[in-house]
């Protein structure tokens, strides 16, 4: 019989699984994804998840492995400051750091679909679209995913990566077949999308290269340029006993004339009011747990492992740079997962646990550190 390739189940084609089947197939795998949900590409509006994401340097060095970085670049917007909205409609930014340092703003379904088709590009990466993940034998390397209609389809293989997300199913087959540490705590604050179009000859309606942040100590809202059609997508942060307690137009509106007076005309009142009554918040939940695989078959990456709130704007880019840390494990052992999977789980665990705690603080920098004496006076020094 002649060389069979290792075969490697990939549970969920988001931003992190994708990415991984670059990685995977790169080193010459025979990769499966299994996503639970339709091709993303072909998809209008996806519902319930955040349209913008800031993409850091961690990110883009993982990006970068699998020479994915200039074509990211290309399609992002370069956000070289803060600018922040104070009540009486004063704008003052706070610069991130040196000139040349930036984060960019990236379009979320974009990006999934730009590491989903390279993925593709390479034919020893296939995507099984709604399948969903329902179990797995880790003694025969058997997952068993469901399909629409009900019926159901077993995958064999040497190595299966949950990549499902912060509520991941394969994260609890793991918890069922090993001494698994698990911790999950939501915050009291949920978030909503609204938006601010672009003007009448297209252009953006605020200053482009800036993360705009709404600071108003107790919540806040921030706004993302979208590249793709010149507007900006903005989230409101605030615990879910505000939300639930604006049940009218003329509360929400009262309540936008109070705190973020100078977005109204920018987002527009019919935007605010219907958004505000009809979407319900969403919540953010942090996830830690350790350690991160089971045996030499079994392991978890992003959300999965380590889902953090987006305060700091870097969940997805610490999920890349599982899939960089991962595959220099694979370099260092020579593919062997007995090897691989336990050092992975040991090194990268404080790695992320830090994340997490500091996206739990940078909350409390963003809406109200930033309105303190001290970045204040930073702003005289920014002008320069
Ligand atoms: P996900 O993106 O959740 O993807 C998981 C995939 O698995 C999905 O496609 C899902 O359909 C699939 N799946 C789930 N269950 C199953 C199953 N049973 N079977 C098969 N497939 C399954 N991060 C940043 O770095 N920068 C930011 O600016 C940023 N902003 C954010 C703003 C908000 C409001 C939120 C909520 C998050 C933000 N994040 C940000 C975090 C970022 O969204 C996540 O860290 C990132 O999406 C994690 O990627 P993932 O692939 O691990 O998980």
Known sequence: MGYQAQKVTIVGGGLVGALNACFLSKRGFDVHIHELRPDIRKQELV?????????????????????????????GIPLHSRMIHDLDGTRRPISYGTKD???????????NGLLLTAAERNPSVNIHFEHKF????????????????????????DLIIGCDGAYSSVRHQIMKATRMDFQQAYIPHGY???????????????????LHIWPR????????????????????????????????REQVLEFFNKTFPDSIELIGREEIVNTFLSLKPLPLVTVKCQPYHVGDNCVIMGDAAHAMVPFYGQGMNCGFEDCLVFDQFMGKFDNDFAKVLPEYSEYRNPDAKAMCELALY???????????KFFLARKHFDNF
């Not at 699998?66 to 670049?73: A, I, P, Q, S, T």
């Not at 340092?101 to 990006?111: A, E, F, G, T």
């Open 47 to 75: 519902r319930g998840r955040s349209i913008n994401l800031t993409l850091s340097t961690r990110g883009l060095e993982a990006l970068k492995a699998v020479g994915l970085d200039e074509e990211m670049k290309q399609s």
């Open 101 to 111: 340092q930036c984060i960019m703003s990236v379009d979320r379904k974009y990006l």
């Open 134 to 157: 329902v179990s797995c034998d880790f003694q025969a390397g058997t997952s068993i995913f469901k399909k629409p209609d009900g019926s159901k389809v077993t995958a064999k293989s």
């Open 192 to 210: 909503i999308e609204l938006r601010i179009p672009p003007t009448a000859d297209n252009k953006f309606a605020m200053e482009v290269n800036y």
């Open 217 to 248: 100590n107790e919540f806040m809202m921030i706004a993302l340029p979208n590249v793709q059609d010149n507007s900006f997508v903005l989230t409101l942060f605030m615990p879910f006993e505000i939300f639930e307690a604006k049940k009218t």
């Open 362 to 372: 940078n909350y409390t920098e963003m809406r109200e550190s930033v309105n303190s």
